[in-house]
């Protein structure tokens, strides 16, 4: 799993427990398996961070955390057909 912070965006206030999270994943390591990208809004409402996920395992780990841990909505649930360039963008509610 890799991870990205955009510096001219404002991330979330709780933004720590994100960092302290993917650095202490540790998931399986796939080849040739598909890669899935996550963005997370922040306040002003522009993608400040960017997580790409290397296997099914890493992205529904990354999903289930952002969700149940820090209460974020993904704006693609229920569409079959996300926004290019992400398969999930979580936000504040």
Do not use: H
């Not at 990205?4 to 650095?23: F, R, S, V, Y």
């Not at 395992?57 to 360039?85: H, I, K, M, N, Y």
């Amino acid at each position: 799993m890799r991870y990205a912070i955009d510096p001219n965006c404002t991330p979330l206030a709780n933004d720590e427990k994100i960092e302290k999270w993917l650095k202490a994943f540790v998931g399986p390591s796939v080849t040739g398996a598909a890669v899935m990208v996550i963005g997370i809004r922040g306040n002003e409402g522009s993608i400040y961070r960017v997580i790409t996920t290397t296997a099914p395992g890493e992205f529904q780990a990354c999903v289930r955390f952002l969700q149940d841990e820090l209460g974020l909505v993904d704006e693609f649930d229920g569409q079959s057909t996300p926004e290019p360039g992400c398969d999930a963008i979580f936000r504040k509610p």
